[in-house]
């Protein structure tokens, strides 16, 4: 309530104070940890978030006070959860920008919405001779399930190359849409460069030809506002953990018109109107898309976190890991041998380097001794370390508690690869 009214009060005189990151980070209880003898230093938050308190609060509530199943009981505890849990959904809808909240469907995390994407809409959809177009910078979540689509259907995949800064080349992108094109799937942020995508523009020449769009929104939910009818995406999928919230939470966002027409992905419980062994009617949106139990208790947590990201400002989180970005590179491109990944003309979350003295799990090892966690590897993204001729990268990964602190530490863990290696 206080910081409601303290928000109102500052939009009222037009003055937004930036994000406070000691404030921040004394309400995420991990962030005191040390780590061989070291303060930890997250800069992994691409693969996964910290949960501030309000979160596991939240969760440890459910448990602990209204913990029934949702959506079948008419007693007390199953009206508490079920109200709680369409409470999420409301706060997901509200989050994304959805029209109506039934637009929004939980899922395990961005790579479920994708399969449910594929298998519902491109199974429904997708015929042989048709083209699905992808871009050279995607996640294997947002690769392998339009690969397999495509195989089954005799479509064929089609992919944007990327330039050597790490940009989509936008001249192939209009080149390879065409009227057999039926859906893009492109990553709104590049978990693998950080680059940027120009979502609206993409989206505006996706239906000029008649396709939809599916925006992989995993890197870029946490760290801007999103509005997916600002962008003017058909679907939008975003995974809990990396927001903040708990794991094992997603979302898929849908136009209500494109969901409402789609079969449904997985069958069973909650998921009907009527059940007869000669027919099942299937129920409305979003039950048609949730069969079983769900994961409640990651809703109410992601609820928490989107309440917890409101409360800071997507704005303001934007604008303080920009300018800790823009701090990381100069910094990071004043150590010998470094060599970033990618110079996007957009860059959100992430940097990527490599260093002519190690390997990045070398790199990786040396600065988890000095508390300092990032991830070295070919991040799911295989494709990205092929076109830039590495087999893999160390990527240090940003978000709203990261200081210019954590980053001189991560310099200094660099030197001593250095020093060590060089
Ligand atoms: N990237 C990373 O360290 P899931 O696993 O379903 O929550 O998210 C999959 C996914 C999809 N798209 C993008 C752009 C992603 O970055 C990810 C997850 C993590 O980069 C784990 S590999």
Same mark, same amino acid.
């Given at each position: 309530?206080?910081?409601?009214?303290?928000?109102?009060?500052?939009?009222?005189?037009?003055?937004?104070?930036?994000?406070?990151?000691?404030?921040?980070?004394?309400?995420?209880?991990?962030?005191?940890?040390?780590?061989?003898?070291?303060?930890?230093?997250?800069?992994?938050?691409?693969?996964?978030?910290?949960?501030?308190?309000?979160?596991?609060?939240?969760?440890?509530?459910?448990?602990?006070?209204?913990?029934?199943?949702?959506?079948?009981?008419?007693?007390?505890?199953?009206?508490?959860?079920?109200?709680?849990?369409?409470?999420?959904?409301?706060?997901?809808?509200?989050?994304?920008?959805?029209?109506?909240?039934?637009?929004?469907?939980?899922?395990?995390?961005?790579?479920?919405?994708?399969?449910?994407?594929?298998?519902?809409?491109?199974?429904?959809?997708?015929?042989?001779?048709?083209?699905?177009?992808?871009?050279?910078?995607?996640?294997?979540?947002?690769?392998?399930?339009?690969?397999?689509?495509?195989?089954?259907?005799?479509?064929?995949?089609?992919?944007?190359?990327?330039?050597?800064?790490?940009?989509?080349?936008?001249?192939?992108?209009?080149?390879?849409?065409?009227?057999?094109?039926?859906?893009?799937?492109?990553?709104?942020?590049?978990?693998?460069?950080?680059?940027?995508?120009?979502?609206?523009?993409?989206?505006?020449?996706?239906?000029?030809?008649?396709?939809?769009?599916?925006?992989?929104?995993?890197?870029?939910?946490?760290?801007?506002?999103?509005?997916?009818?600002?962008?003017?995406?058909?679907?939008?999928?975003?995974?809990?953990?990396?927001?903040?919230?708990?794991?094992?939470?997603?979302?898929?966002?849908?136009?209500?018109?494109?969901?409402?027409?789609?079969?449904?992905?997985?069958?069973?419980?909650?998921?009907?109107?009527?059940?007869?062994?000669?027919?099942?009617?299937?129920?409305?949106?979003?039950?048609?898309?949730?069969?079983?139990?769900?994961?409640?208790?990651? +809703?109410?947590?992601?609820? #928490? @976190?989107?309440?917890?990201?409101?409360? =800071?400002? !997507? /704005?303001?989180?934007?604008?303080?890991? %920009?300018?800790?970005?823009?701090?990381?590179?100069?910094?990071?491109?004043?150590?010998?041998?470094?060599?970033?990944?990618?110079?996007?003309?957009?860059?959100?979350?992430?940097? +990527?380097?490599?260093?002519? #003295? @190690?390997?990045?799990?070398?790199?990786? =090892?040396? !600065? /988890?001794?000095?508390?300092?966690?990032? %991830?070295?590897?070919?991040?799911?993204?295989?494709?990205?370390?092929?076109?830039?001729?590495?087999?893999?990268?160390?990527?240090?990964?940003?978000?709203?508690?990261?200081?210019?602190?954590?980053?001189?530490?991560?310099?200094?863990?660099?030197?001593?690869?250095?020093?060590?290696?060089?």
């Amino acid at each position: 309530m206080a910081v409601n009214m303290a928000q109102e009060t500052r939009q009222e005189t037009g003055e937004v104070p930036p994000l406070d990151p000691a404030r921040i980070r004394a309400d995420f209880p991990i962030l005191a940890a040390t780590v061989h003898g070291n303060p930890l230093v997250y800069l992994d938050n691409a693969a996964t978030t910290q949960k501030p308190r309000a979160v596991l609060d939240a969760i440890a509530r459910y448990y602990t006070e209204y913990n029934a199943n949702v959506h079948r009981g008419v007693h007390y505890l199953s009206q508490v959860a079920t109200e709680a849990y369409d409470e999420a959904r409301r706060k997901a809808a509200a989050f994304l920008g959805a029209t109506v909240d039934c637009e929004v469907i939980f899922t395990r995390g961005a790579t479920e919405s994708i399969n449910l994407v594929a298998h519902s809409y491109g199974r429904q959809h997708v015929l042989p001779g048709d083209e699905i177009l992808i871009t050279g910078m995607e996640h294997h979540s947002n690769i392998v399930p339009w690969q397999i689509l495509c195989k089954e259907s005799g479509a064929t995949l089609r992919v944007v190359p990327i330039d050597d800064d790490g940009n989509l080349i936008m001249e192939e992108f209009d080149r390879l849409l065409n009227e057999r094109t039926r859906l893009v799937a492109v990553t709104h942020v590049s978990n693998a460069l950080g680059t940027v995508n120009p979502i609206r523009d993409i989206a505006a020449k996706t239906h000029a030809v008649g396709a939809v769009v599916l925006v992989d929104g995993a890197q870029s939910a946490p760290h801007m506002p999103v509005n997916v009818r600002e962008l003017g995406c058909d679907f939008f999928v975003c995974s809990g953990h990396k927001m903040y919230g708990p794991t094992g939470i997603g979302l898929l966002y849908g136009r209500a018109e494109l969901l409402d027409a789609m079969p449904p992905y997985q069958s069973g419980g909650d998921m009907i109107l009527s059940v007869t062994f000669e027919k099942t009617i299937y129920g409305r949106l979003p039950s048609k898309f949730e069969a079983g139990t769900p994961h409640i208790e990651g +809703a109410i947590g992601l609820a #928490a @976190a989107l309440d917890y990201l409101n409360a =800071q400002g !997507l /704005d303001r989180v934007a604008a303080h890991e %920009r300018g800790l970005i823009r701090y990381a590179e100069s910094a990071l491109r004043a150590v010998p041998g470094l060599r970033l990944m990618g110079a996007p003309r957009q860059r959100a979350g992430v940097i +990527a380097f490599t260093m002519d #003295a @190690a390997h990045p799990h070398d790199i990786g =090892q040396v !600065l /988890d001794e000095a508390g300092v966690a990032i %991830r070295a590897g070919h991040h799911c993204a295989q494709p990205v370390m092929k076109r830039f001729g590495v087999p893999a990268s160390a990527r240090a990964s940003f978000g709203l508690y990261n200081t210019r602190d954590d980053v001189d530490t991560l310099v200094q863990g660099l030197h001593e690869v250095n020093r060590i290696f060089a």
